[in-house]
């Protein structure tokens, strides 16, 4: 009955059209009534409990991070130097956009800031090279969900804060299975150009390559700050994402001169209204998640689940269709907020290791921003290349089932997650 009443109570506000942060609120007071604990008193209290955390200030900080890499022109290079680089081969574009698209979440951690940046700059080179439209924003809708996997990672962030698992081991954790991501893109794209003839740009020369490097260095160099801080252990995400934001803040007023002051207001005024959207949701969602372990839900939902406890395996198979299937629906930020307090419990229980599970889950619901019906990132390349949602939607399809086979591949075999893991996070 308390599983009913949450569910009930939910997913009917959000088929009436309610934002999901009100939603959960709204299912969080249905759960109050039913148990007999309503107190306005308390709902504020979890409401502010909810926002007040240092590790979240991650957040906002790595949003801005993104706005000023994009229109601060390290996005740009980025793109320059994976032109210089892998342009000239057979279907060079769409490498182009898979590299590119690697080193841009190694800055900016958002999908939805990369497709955006990717889709301006790439998507007009590929449709005029002879590229099919719909395909190549598929191409770039999937290379953008590759950002939450590979850190630093605004999902992670969320995510770990939600379960109580270290966001540095997942950042580590998050390295090699992002390139898998890719790798799979590259595979899938190589495939489906083998037979077409298209010309490919000319070869850059060694001063060109040599040039883009020199040129796209400063940006290059922020992931790597990241990185071995985080790894050395000078900072933590929350000053990582500072640092971030500073670096980039620096980089683009002062080396590349792309920024000046009078442009950095509004960048500034739309990092904060992400940044509050995604805040108030964390904080409607602690009330749910309160109340989720008030009312004894996880331990419901392990009996449920409990002819799959005794097989790691099924259990994250039957996990990852859940994953999936609510993917198609939701966007990836309310899914952490509402599945995680319920599945963590299962997962404990079932002995499987949290920091694997949260990159999984990750991964699931990264790729579920391009699953339509509702596909964020979809809409994004949709409204930057100027194409219907069904060019793109059947553009991305096979990229999708490459991303969603690895995915899977990282169930059967935890290791692929778990190994690299370890190597780079010591």
């Known amino acids: 009955m308390t599983i009913t009443i949450f569910l009930g109570s939910l997913l009917g506000a959000m088929a009436l059209g309610m934002p999901i942060a009100f939603a959960l609120l709204l299912s969080g007071v249905a759960l109050m009534y039913h148990l007999d604990l309503f107190d306005a008193q308390i709902l504020a209290q979890n409401v502010i409990n909810g926002a007040d955390s240092f590790t979240l200030l991650a957040v906002p900080f790595f949003m801005l991070a993104g706005e000023i890499m994009n229109h601060g022109g390290l996005s740009k290079r980025i793109v320059h130097l994976a032109m210089a680089l892998v342009g000239h081969v057979r279907g060079g574009l ?160 002062v080396i590349y001169r792309e920024l000046s002051i009078k442009d950095l207001y509004p960048i500034f005024v739309t990092a904060a209204r992400t940044s509050a959207i995604v805040m108030f949701l964390v904080a409607a969602a602690m009330v749910s998640a309160w109340l989720i372990t008030v009312a004894d839900l996880p331990s419901k939902v392990i009996e449920l689940v409990q002819p799959f406890m005794d097989s790691p395996t099924l259990l994250m198979i039957a996990i990852m269709l859940l994953v999936m299937a609510v993917g198609t629906a939701m966007d990836m930020t309310p899914t952490i907020l509402i599945l995680t307090p319920v599945l963590m419990p299962v997962i404990k229980a079932a002995g499987i290791d949290p920091v694997y599970f949260g990159v999984l889950f990750i991964i699931n619901n990264a790729i579920g921003l391009v699953t339509p019906p509702v596909g964020t990132v979809l809409n994004v390349v949709a409204g930057v290349g100027r194409l219907t949602m069904d060019q793109v939607t059947k553009g991305a399809l096979p990229f999708v089932a490459a991303q969603f086979s690895v995915m899977f591949l990282m169930v059967l075999f935890p290791w692929l997650v778990t190994v690299p893991a370890r190597w780079f996070g010591g």
């Open 94 to 253: 769409g490498y182009v956009a898979i590299v590119a698209a690697c080193m841009l979440a190694a800055l900016s951690g958002s999908a939805v800031a990369d497709a955006a940046a990717l889709g301006s700059l790439l998507l007009p080179m590929m449709v005029a090279a002879g590229h099919d439209k719909g395909r190549s924003g598929g191409l770039i809708a999937c290379a953008g969900c590759i950002a939450p996997v590979i850190p630093p990672s605004i999902g992670f962030v969320i995510f770990g804060v939600a379960a109580n698992v270290s966001i540095s081991k997942l950042f580590m954790a998050g390295i090699f299975p992002g390139l898998m991501l890719g790798g799979a893109l590259w595979f899938t794209w190589w495939w489906l150009m083998r037979r077409e003839q298209l010309t490919p740009p000319p070869r850059k020369t060694r001063a060109e390559v040599k040039a883009a490097l020199k040129e796209s260095a400063w940006a290059m160099m922020l992931p790597v700050i990241i990185l071995v801080g985080l790894r050395m252990g000078v900072f933590t995400p929350t000053e990582a994402a500072v640092v971030a934001a500073v670096y980039a803040l620096f980089v683009a007023t």
